[in-house]
């Protein structure tokens, strides 16, 4: 089993920051990308950053330089640092993982999403 967990979301005033966290366990053998996606209400999930085991990031055009995704590859974890929040940041976060557990291969698991409200 592999469970995939974020923490963070809230409510928040535009121009605020917030950060998520978000921690892979259970029977891992090894991680390979891990990021974050959102929905907002209405809307098709759409990718927010991901991040390689290696540390290479990749970014949605439009939240380039507002946005900052890391990893701490010893604890499974992944984060994502959200400053100069504006009110279209409002959605459901939902963190991925790439995971190969024992006797299986790579496979794809998901949170159950954390909510980021941006409103005055």
């Known amino acids: 089993q592999v469970q995939v967990v974020e923490s963070g979301g809230g409510l928040v005033q535009p121009g605020g920051s917030l950060r998520l966290s978000c921690a892979a366990s259970?029977?891992?053998?090894?991680?390979?990308?891990m990021g974050w996606y959102r929905q907002a209400p209405g809307k098709q999930r759409e990718l927010v950053a991901t991040?390689?085991?290696?540390?290479?990031?990749n970014y949605a055009d439009s939240l380039k330089g507002r946005f900052t995704i890391s990893r701490d590859n010893a604890k499974n974890t992944v984060n994502l640092q959200m400053n100069s929040l504006k009110p279209e940041d409002t959605a459901v976060y939902y963190c991925?993982?790439?995971?190969?557990?024992?006797?299986?291969?790579?496979?794809?698991?998901w949170g159950q999403g954390t909510q980021v409200t941006v409103s005055s």
């Open positions: 991925n993982a790439n995971i190969r557990r024992l006797y299986y291969p790579f496979q794809d698991y």
């Open positions: 259970g029977s891992i053998v090894s991680v390979n990308d």
């Open positions: 991040i390689t085991s290696g540390g290479a990031t």
